[in-house]
């Protein structure tokens, strides 16, 4: 028995305090200048029908304590009767706890004429004459046509419940006598609390407008609409439409977000008898993954930093997640170590880029012969580009790719009767080992239109010796680097250029000029070259040509082996520099002239080159212009 007391003493206690908790916001006074909330907390009197819930349950922000509201003329009036700014219509701002400012039709320029044409409630209803209302035609969201036009006459007809929503019906007008709903929607003078539902949403019979004493029973479960989230709102499913706050005994809810935000959790929950399928979901902003061709990345979870990044990133990275860039091989590379990139407030705390693989030779797979100049390995110098002419696609000169829109060459190669030629006359092709166009072997071939060729201004051609031979050439279609195309290295460094032209460097060169035999090379051929002083240059060469080593020539070759012939122009010599254990070949000379006799090529001779050093301004102005 003492036990069994003890237990109803223990259960008793409990409740009360439940019962305690429960009533104790109803025991505070709030002052004259405050509103009292149903739940007992008080906010400035102000607060009531501003179009904000102020009060903790929303009470201040009812359908029945609003919807005798007057609004001034400059103000727009909710749905269920608050007044807010009319400013703040349509402005993708939530501002009446309905959302009825951003769903009226004029925010999704609906100027369609609103008259209700339904006879289903005419008593004392009055109509426009100017409307006939046997031409109105109601059309649902979901396509479904109705014979009558019925919208926002209090009782669902869409399959969807399309026609009585706060989208639909927030601009409607209900002429008096008539009771207008919580959505807007109309019903006849006498639906407020007759004990029928006439309000698609119930509103004409709710509780607090309706003031009636019920019956002590226990309450049944029920789900009461959640606010709506922060950045977001939902809809009703089915032919439901209501508020936060509102009560219904099972429901749908559709979840969206404002732009740039995302929903965290699922877009549709379900709620049965107070149930709810799943946790409320949240809207987050987020960062938009950076596109660039030289990086690739992956993810990690934003609540877990420590998660092993290897998850593929989705477009859409969350507020909070980090993500961990690397570069894409193998043809990208970074000098310095990739930190990881963080969203924070939809923008990233740092972006990051790879460079090109400058100046790498290719893979020596795929050898073929070798000779004087002997033959190049395929892929071997995948900065060396084919320079065709006209319809004909005749092999022209040569070229080395130093962007992927950028090609260097020889001024020459444009030049013609004293003026430069049409670049609509060239094409350019990249990754090409075959001399011959459209070659069938030739299976990581390139193919660009050149949009502009641009030569220094003191360029004369022959009649100035070929100073300033050089032009750079803009590309219509960008090259996509690949083991077979990728760019050459390039810096003005003087003390760099200085350290790899002096006597005894060799350098790399390659083209499908003419051999010595008077044949052209239908394999591309690669040369090693030494860099040859000037003096001993013109020392070496017949005394008509030493007039082309004019100051922004330097000289490379063999008295007696390998040169450069015919068509051979324009091609780059590069040489190598070791760079944190990588060898790269950087881009010192463009191919000028060659001094031999005729069209043939002789090999006992020695080529010239323009000095990219000394055309530093020329190039890098270029550069830091073509992509504006």
Not at 39 to 54: E, F, M, R, Y
């Given at each position: 028995?003492i036990?069994?007391?003890l237990?109803?003493?223990?259960?008793?206690?409990?409740?009360?305090?439940?019962?305690?908790?429960?009533?104790?916001?109803?025991?505070?006074?709030?002052?004259?200048?405050?509103?009292?909330?149903?739940?007992?907390?008080?906010?400035?009197?102000?607060?009531?029908?501003?179009?904000?819930?102020?009060?903790p349950?929303?009470?201040?922000?009812?359908?029945?304590?609003?919807?005798?509201?007057?609004?001034s003329?400059?103000?727009?009036?909710?749905?269920?009767?608050?007044c807010?700014?009319?400013?703040?219509?349509?402005?993708?701002?939530?501002?009446?706890?309905?959302?009825?400012?951003?769903?009226?039709p004029?925010?999704?320029?609906d100027?369609?004429?609103?008259?209700?044409?339904?006879?289903?409630?005419?008593?004392?209803?009055?109509?426009?004459?100017?409307?006939?209302?046997?031409?109105l035609?109601?059309?649902?969201?979901?396509?479904q046509?109705?014979?009558?036009?019925?919208?926002c006459?209090?009782?669902?007809?869409?399959?969807?419940?399309?026609?009585?929503t706060v989208?639909?019906?927030?601009?409607a007008?209900?002429?008096?006598?008539?009771?207008?709903?919580?959505?807007?929607g109309?019903?006849?003078?006498?639906?407020?609390?007759?004990?029928?539902?006439?309000?698609?949403?119930?509103?004409?019979?709710?509780?607090d407008?309706?003031?009636?004493?019920?019956?002590?029973?226990?309450p049944?479960?029920?789900?009461?609409?959640?606010a709506?989230?922060?950045?977001?709102?939902?809809?009703?499913?089915?032919?439901?439409?209501?508020?936060?706050g509102?009560?219904f005994?099972?429901v749908?809810?559709?979840?969206?977000?404002?732009?740039?935000?995302?929903?965290?959790?699922?877009?549709?929950?379900?709620?049965?008898?107070?149930?709810?399928?799943?946790d409320?979901?949240?809207?987050?902003?987020?960062?938009?993954?950076?596109?660039?061709?030289?990086?690739?990345?992956?993810?990690?979870?934003?609540d877990?930093?420590t998660l092993?990044?290897?998850?593929?990133?989705?477009?859409?990275?969350?507020?909070?997640?980090?993500?961990?860039?690397?570069c894409?091989?193998p043809?990208y590379?970074?000098?310095?170590?990739?930190?990881?990139?963080?969203c924070?407030?939809g923008?990233?705390?740092?972006?990051?880029?790879?460079?090109?693989?400058?100046?790498?030779?290719?893979?020596?797979?795929?050898?073929?012969?070798?000779?004087?100049?002997?033959?190049?390995?395929?892929?071997?110098?995948?900065?060396?580009?084919?320079?065709?002419?006209?319809?004909?696609h005749?092999?022209?000169?040569?070229?080395?790719?130093?962007?992927?829109?950028?090609?260097?060459?020889?001024?020459?190669?444009?030049w013609?009767?004293?003026?430069?030629?049409?670049?609509?006359?060239f094409v350019?092709?990249?990754?090409?080992?075959?001399?011959?166009?459209?070659?069938?072997?030739?299976?990581n071939?390139?193919?660009?239109?050149?949009?502009?060729?641009?030569?220094?201004?003191?360029?004369?051609g022959?009649?100035?010796?070929?100073?300033?031979?050089?032009?750079?050439?803009t590309?219509?279609?960008?090259?996509?680097?690949?083991q077979?195309v990728?760019?050459?290295?390039?810096?003005?460094?003087?003390?760099?250029?200085?350290?790899?032209?002096?006597?005894?460097?060799?350098?790399?060169?390659?083209?499908?000029?003419?051999?010595?035999?008077?044949?052209?090379?239908?394999?591309?051929r690669?040369?090693?070259?030494?860099?040859?002083?000037?003096?001993?240059?013109?020392?070496?060469?017949?005394?008509?040509?030493?007039a082309?080593?004019?100051?922004?020539?330097?000289?490379?070759?063999?008295?007696n082996?390998?040169a450069?012939?015919?068509?051979?122009?324009?091609g780059?010599?590069?040489?190598?520099?070791?760079?944190?254990?990588?060898?790269?070949?950087?881009?010192?000379?463009v191919a000028?002239?060659?001094?031999?006799?005729?069209s043939?090529?002789?090999?006992?001779?020695?080529?010239?080159?323009?000095?990219?050093?000394?055309?530093?301004?020329?190039?890098?102005?270029?550069?830091?212009?073509?992509?504006?």
């Amino acid at each position: 028995m003492i036990l069994f007391n003890l237990k109803t003493f223990v259960i008793v206690l409990f409740v009360t305090s439940c019962v305690f908790a429960q009533h104790r916001y109803r025991k505070k006074t709030c002052r004259k200048d405050e509103f009292r909330c149903k739940n007992g907390a008080c906010v400035p009197l102000t607060s009531q029908c501003n179009g904000k819930a102020d009060c903790p349950d929303g009470s201040d922000e009812t359908f029945p304590l609003c919807r005798n509201n007057t609004c001034s003329i400059d103000e727009f009036r909710c749905t269920y009767g608050a007044c807010i700014d009319l400013s703040l219509r349509c402005d993708e701002k939530q501002d009446c706890v309905d959302n009825s400012d951003e769903l009226v039709p004029l925010c999704r320029n609906d100027f369609t004429d609103f008259h209700i044409c339904e006879e289903r409630i005419i008593e004392e209803r009055q109509y426009s004459p100017a409307v006939d209302c046997r031409s109105l035609r109601q059309t649902c969201d979901d396509g479904q046509v109705l014979k009558e036009p019925t919208r926002c006459d209090g009782h669902v007809d869409c399959a969807d419940g399309s026609d009585e929503t706060v989208a639909r019906c927030a601009e409607a007008e209900c002429v008096p006598p008539l009771f207008r709903c919580a959505y807007g929607g109309c019903a006849h003078p006498r639906a407020a609390c007759d004990g029928v539902r006439d309000c698609a949403d119930g509103s004409d019979e709710m509780q607090d407008l309706c003031d009636r004493i019920l019956p002590a029973t226990t309450p049944k479960p029920i789900c009461i609409l959640p606010a709506y989230p922060e950045n977001g709102r939902y809809t009703l499913g089915g032919n439901s439409t209501g508020a936060p706050g509102q009560m219904f005994p099972s429901v749908v809810l559709k979840y969206s977000c404002d732009p740039q935000h995302v929903i965290v959790g699922s877009n549709t929950l379900f709620c049965y008898l107070g149930q709810w399928s799943q946790d409320f979901p949240e809207c987050s902003r987020y960062c938009t993954l950076p596109k660039h061709d030289s990086v690739e990345y992956r993810c990690s979870s934003p609540d877990d930093e420590t998660l092993d990044p290897t998850i593929a990133c989705e477009e859409q990275i969350l507020d909070g997640a980090t993500i961990y860039p690397r570069c894409r091989q193998p043809v990208y590379y970074s000098p310095v170590d990739l930190l990881p990139m963080r969203c924070e407030n939809g923008t990233w705390d740092r972006m990051v880029t790879c460079v090109a693989d400058c100046g790498r030779l290719g893979d020596p797979a795929d050898p073929l012969l070798l000779g004087s100049g002997r033959e190049a390995r395929r892929n071997e110098l995948p900065w060396h580009v084919a320079i065709f002419k006209g319809t004909s696609h005749e092999q022209w000169c040569s070229g080395t790719i130093i962007r992927n829109n950028v090609v260097i060459s020889a001024a020459h190669c444009f030049w013609s009767q004293g003026r430069l030629l049409s670049p609509t006359n060239f094409v350019v092709a990249a990754g090409k080992l075959y001399r011959t166009w459209g070659h069938p072997n030739d299976s990581n071939v390139q193919i660009s239109d050149i949009r502009e060729i641009r030569v220094p201004d003191r360029f004369q051609g022959a009649a100035t010796n070929y100073q300033d031979d050089i032009s750079l050439l803009t590309l219509v279609s960008d090259l996509v680097y690949t083991q077979h195309v990728r760019p050459v290295c390039i810096d003005f460094d003087y003390e760099a250029d200085s350290r790899q032209l002096k006597v005894f460097s060799v350098g790399k060169v390659a083209g499908w000029g003419v051999t010595e035999e008077g044949r052209f090379s239908e394999v591309l051929r690669v040369a090693d070259m030494p860099y040859v002083s000037v003096p001993d240059c013109l020392t070496d060469i017949a005394e008509e040509y030493k007039a082309y080593i004019t100051g922004d020539k330097f000289c490379a070759g063999y008295k007696n082996g390998i040169a450069l012939c015919l068509r051979d122009s324009g091609g780059g010599l590069t040489f190598p520099a070791r760079e944190r254990g990588t060898y790269r070949h950087y881009l010192r000379g463009v191919a000028s002239t060659a001094f031999h006799a005729g069209s043939y090529c002789s090999n006992n001779t020695i080529t010239s080159f323009t000095h990219l050093l000394t055309h530093q301004l020329f190039v890098q102005e270029y550069l830091l212009n073509v992509n504006k």
